[in-house]
């Protein structure tokens, strides 16, 4: 039996000639833009290892869209080794290059508040996308329990030359944290009473302390979300104002929870949104140093909604265009003040009171385009005066518990042919 073997054919060697006419082409030599059209062909997982293979690459994926995608999560819980845990997130943000845009962090003990100052402080610069979360309802309390000059005991990952640097910073934090809607004679007379300002000196909540050093670092911020878990009801908040750095990038926000409120100087944020129990009249007295240009409001669960933040809201944000509420406190004198909101278009109330249909006849012609009304009942003649006052409305969106007859809705809508009107009736 024989058997054949046949080599397989080796390629021609190119001449000295045509090495010079058609030069070896690599990768290497591709410009920039054909490259990042490679790069953009790569599916998902392909693209963080693609940082790691040179320099170039990396800064090109780095300046693009294609790292906007990925999210960063900051929580202890995630690892299996609770006692390694700190040191493990330490030798994983010394060797990281990447420049995260967007980052989830969960702080649920002193370990976790550790890791998320060091994860701040390593990507904290590049963040355009922040979900903060903290998480009450384990052992660990609300306060500090610790001053803050014997912070380094709890710092285990950090170097001394950071410690030092925690510690001037957390001094800068309280000459830059002022109460929001206090007069400057308010203030002087807490300052005088000198046990009870040493006493509240002594310990340090984690959201004054870490949201002003969030604040502080994440000066690109364009989204901010804060969340606030805990097992105890507090309806007793403090609202302070961060006055040391401004948030010249920030867009959008969300409060979520009950609890300490650190808000910053946001001069171009757009939306908020607030879920959960404030201070009431100091909170929304803070708007207008704090947001001037919000355009996008949108407040429930808060009990401490009433006729005067309404007024507040509507004195200090003169660009409001969207606001919705959600409240059981708003009478018919707090409708008469929304006629200061002249750039409003976009109205959702919903009353939980006893006589929603008494406290919304208190509202005057507004600029409205879209309104939208959620209430146990409201009569034809409340919502024949709301068309009949509101000529630039071409929407308007009915949600009762009673019913309103098909004939009575036909009127109205014959009434104004150009306005929507929409009729729900919500089941008990």
């Known amino acids: 039996m024989h058997i054949t073997r046949t080599r397989a054919k080796k390629m021609p060697k190119r001449t000295h000639a045509q090495r010079k006419v058609y030069p070896k082409c690599s990768i290497t030599q591709l410009p920039d833009k054909l490259l990042m059209c490679i790069f953009r062909q790569l599916p998902r997982y392909a693209i963080l290892p693609a940082t790691e293979v040179c320099t170039r690459w990396f800064a090109l994926i780095s300046s693009s869209d294609l790292l906007h995608g990925f999210t960063l999560r900051v929580d202890l819980a995630l690892l299996q080794d609770e006692h390694n845990s700190v040191l493990e997130y330490e030798y994983f943000l010394n060797r990281s290059v990447r ?9 649920r003990d002193h370990r976790s508040f550790v890791v998320a100052v060091m994860a701040l402080r390593r990507f904290g610069p590049h963040l355009t996308d922040l979900s903060l979360t903290l998480d009450h309802r384990c052992v660990y309390p609300s306060y500090m329990q610790l001053h803050f000059t ?29 109460l929001i809607a206090l007069s400057k004679e308010k203030l002087k007379a807490l300052k005088r009473q000198s ?4 006493d509240e000196a002594k310990y340090r909540r984690i959201e004054e302390v870490f949201l002003a050093f969030v604040y502080r670092q994440c000066l690109q911020l364009e989204r901010f979300h804060i969340k606030r878990i805990q097992n105890l ?10 006055v040391g750095v401004g948030m010249e990038r ?38 207008a140093g704090a947001f001037p240009l919000l355009a996008h409001l949108e407040i429930s ?8 933040c309404l007024w507040k809201i509507c004195k200090r944000c003169p660009s409001l265009e969207d606001l919705i509420f959600v409240s059981d406190r708003i009478t018919k004198e707090g409708f008469c003040y929304m006629h200061r909101l002249q750039r409003l278009r976009k109205l959702s109330i919903t009353l ?39 000529e630039n409305m071409k929407e308007f969106v009915i949600r009762t518990k009673s019913c309103i007859e098909y ?4 009127r109205l809508q014959q009434l104004r042919p150009t306005c929507r009107l929409t009729y729900t009736q919500v089941v008990v």
Request: glycine share 6%; with cysteine.
């Open 301 to 308: 669960d808060d009990m401490q909604f009433d006729n005067v």
């Open 150 to 178: 014997r912070m380094k005991d709890i710092e285990m990952g950090l170097e001394e030359h950071q410690q030092m640097l925690w510690e001037q910073e957390i001094e800068s934090y309280d000459r830059c944290l002022v």
């Open 352 to 390: 939980t009171g006893k006589h929603p249909d008494c406290q919304f006849e208190g509202c005057r012609a507004l600029p409205v385009e879209n309104l939208f009304v959620c209430c146990s009942e409201l009569r034809a003649e409340t919502i024949q005066a709301t068309l009949t006052q509101n």
């Open 407 to 410: 004939s009575v809705l036909y």
């Open 99 to 107: 420049p995260y845009r967007k980052m989830q962090v969960v702080i």
């Open 233 to 242: 009801r507090e309806t007793r908040t403090k609202t302070l104002h961060y």
């Open 250 to 287: 920030l867009q959008e926000m969300e409060l979520t929870g009950t609890g300490l409120i650190v808000l910053p100087d946001s001069f171009r944020l757009r939306k908020l949104t607030v879920q959960g129990v404030t201070t009431g009249h100091p909170f929304y007295g803070g708007f």
């Open 195 to 198: 046990n009870l300002w040493q």
